[in-house]
């Protein structure tokens, strides 16, 4: 997979996205604009912009190309800088270079411009939207116009002929009415007759049925580590799911501002042990259990 392709992916969950050592993608949500030409109309989107004083590695984008590709941190280090090297060579011979899906970058007397992409949907609350072309919109607003005259035509016909009706109709309706009371009035008094023969007699009531529902809080960690960088934690990750740990995770930063790294959580102080025990022989002396 491209290192284009996982920047633009990344660029969809996240508002910057750092390349080491190259700069940085910005975005930004912007609402439903028209095109320079004002011929389409772009849904909801991000628009990106490239800062080349954001070059410190976070570990954002090296960490996903490890984990969907499934080689060490080290071998993705290694394809960004290679990645980079070509990139690079291509703004210095050509003066610009294009990425996937997101854009193109120019270099210029030593000064970067980027030009993104506009029909590129990166909001993800706005896939399955496609550009809309405003000319089909003047188009079809016309034909509303010729549809609602001739509507309007002729329910102003339909309304005089509904009044010529009504005026018609009001003695039959003044004449049934009378009739319509009385038989009402000697209906509603047989009913009333028979609902007396009846006897409705519930002597017990159902019991209420009671839910319990017990929320399991996950409270007991086996911590594996805890690191001050970022980079080390999301090793520590990769290789605790690679061994088959798959419910490892974070545990938050403790008081030191380290980021604490579990082999598993669990709800209860049994379990906990029992699984800590194990750890310990079979991986880690010193794994610890945390209560959080």
Not at 230 to 254: D, Q, S, Y
């Amino acid at each position: 997979m491209k290192v284009s392709s996982h920047i633009f992916n990344l660029l969809k969950e996240n508002d910057c996205v750092i390349i080491p050592n190259f700069g940085a993608f910005v975005c930004r949500k912007i609402s439903a604009k028209l095109s320079p030409d004002g011929k389409k109309i772009f849904p909801p989107n991000k628009e990106i912009s490239f800062n080349k004083k954001l070059i410190k590695s976070d570990g954002l984008l090296t960490g996903v190309i490890s984990q969907v590709e499934n080689i060490s941190y080290v071998k993705a280090e290694k394809k960004i800088n290679n990645w980079l090297l070509k990139t690079n060579n291509k703004l210095k011979n050509k003066g610009f270079v294009n990425f996937e899906k997101i854009g193109s970058l120019e270099l210029k007397n030593s000064k970067y411009s980027f030009y993104p992409k506009l029909n590129s949907i990166i909001l993800k609350s706005s896939f399955g939207f496609k550009n809309i072309d405003s000319t089909l919109i003047h188009r079809d607003k016309m034909r509303l116009e010729r549809i609602n005259k001739t509507f309007l035509k002729y329910a102003a016909i339909f309304i005089v002929l509904v009044g010529l009706v009504s005026i018609f109709s009001d003695y039959y309706f003044n004449s049934v009415t009378e009739y319509n009371e009385t038989a009402y009035i000697q209906a509603n008094k047989k009913i009333e007759q028979e609902i007396e023969k009846a006897t409705f007699n519930i002597s017990t009531s159902l019991p209420a049925v009671k839910l319990f529902v017990k929320k399991k809080t996950q409270n007991y960690h086996i911590i594996a580590g805890a690191f001050r960088k970022e980079k080390n934690a999301l090793k520590m990750l990769l290789r605790l799911e690679n061994k088959g740990f798959t419910n490892c995770k974070r545990v938050g930063v403790n008081k030191y501002g380290l980021i604490q790294i579990s082999y598993n959580s669990f709800s209860t102080i049994e379990e906990a042990k029992n699984a800590l025990s194990k750890i310990r022989i079979a991986e880690d002396k010193s794994a610890w259990l945390l209560k959080k």
